[in-house]
């Protein structure tokens, strides 16, 4: 029997279940493999008899938290999909703001209607068995992951920073184009598209498991950056990561 | 073997000819800096530029290679997968010929390495000299990597509007004979040769303050210094050093099974022993857990075990690692300061 699985979102721009519905050439071979029974953003029907859920998005609200402890219950296996789920992402930027403000902000007149608290990833709510990293995620990596876990095996992500792909793909340094970089601690598997495209790392896959953080920071102060300006680096993706510690 | 001359007007239709029967390879420009590629017009190589990012390695050892193809539930024997093709590498610089010799010890002597051996084998390398050195980076005069005799099939000096090429093996000479265009080097030629060379050993100085052959000793009495922690606390352990440099050939080896979950590929892709997970066991024991213990063991590597293992240095002073460096580790001030230390 195919093992059924299923999609869904929680605070975030919905991007990696895009990514998701976007494998084309291989989503044919996909269903071949597994059964989908929820997933919102491809589908009407509405399952809750699945084996294996991947989910996308942050925690930013109490009623989150409930549907997302039943997910947990249900799903043997949960896999986090991007880094809003993964790391908290983005939404985290706002736990560096005043909370009521933030919430004016963004919902206006409205604001009474919805709660909000500060944004965290979902292992800060459940157990988490897995991860598939990234703003957005990388398509092979999902499918690296749904395969490892097909064949019984233990998805792993690679403990080895960005530098490594940026140097096998022989990209010029980041910082030798008077820019910074958070690849040396960030953890590859995104075959460094961003350097590799002109851009700097800005971390989304998260830190590697031990990174030498003090060093970078020298790094980064020496190519410009001020304190401000490195802890506004690190919040981008890692905000969560600052406030747990 | 014979020593000929080529005018410098007639290498592009050189290049233009051996296009017609090898892949041709040389170093190009990349958003200003340099990295060997796939020469596609003759134009294109940059005999005069140095200092490339990485290695010509990658194309007897490329960064991802599929070693077999298998089955899943073993119903067919696994297929080894072994790709090579005629190439030629155009202006191997004389550390990278001295790498390439390094490398084809490495994956000959203890295991015949097929997959390396069969490019190693289909390639033809034509080395030209250095005029000065690429940076304040290079120390390949104090490695002894600045001349090589040997590792290349042809070797190019540039000298006024001609390049004085020395063949290296029968394979080199055969293809400037089936050229044609090369004449033999006259008398005038040798005496060419030897000021060229003269001139080119003053520009080159040494970096390190000893004779090199003392280099093993100083690793061997530096083992505890304190020197690899201070190393240690710098390093960001990114890899990089490994990953640009032209003699580091460790590879991991993983599995790939294809979405049809019956079959895949193993492959090998490059490692680093600066990376934290390198030494780590199947137990979860790490023997290099510490940075600093892994940064030492990259310079035991250059500086004593290869040197003890195959008679010469693992490190040909080609400066990519300290040019890669965010941290500024540079060699010739490590291995200056093990000397201090002694």
Redesign the interface.
Known sequence: MKPKIAVFEFSSCEGCQLMFANLEAEILEVLGAVEIVNFREIMTEKGDDYQIAFVEGAITQESEIERLKKIREQAKVLVALGACAHLGGVNCMKNYQDQEEVRRYVYKERAEWFDTIPARPLSAVVPVDYAVPGCPIDKKELLEVTKSLLLGKKPSLPDYPVCVECKMAENICVFDKGMTCLGPVTRAGCATICPTFGNKCEGCRGLVDNPNVNSHKQVLQEHGLSVQGILNSFRMFEGYLEVAK | MPLKVIEKRDVEPLIRHLMERFQVVGIKK????N?YGVIESPAELRLDSCAT??SPKKYFFP??ETLLQFA?DGSWEPQAVVEAQPRIIFGMRPCDIAATWMLDMAFSEVNADANYLEKRKRALIIGVDCKEPCDEYCFCKSMGTLEVETGYDLFFTAADDTYIVRTGTPEGEALLGEWGKAREALYEDRVKLRAVQREKDERFKEALEFDVEELPRFLEDSYRSLLWDVLG????????CN??CPTCYCFNVLD??K???SEGERYRV?D?CQ???FAKVATGENFRER?GDRVRHRFFRKGKYMKEMFGRFGCVGCGRCTR?C??HINPIEVYNQLKGGE
């Open positions: 990349k958003d200003g800096k990295t990012i990485t960064q991802r899943v606390e710098k390093c960001l352990s990114c890899g990089s990953l640009v790939e099974v979405l049809n979950l490059w680093s990376l934290e997970g940075r890669a965010l941290v």
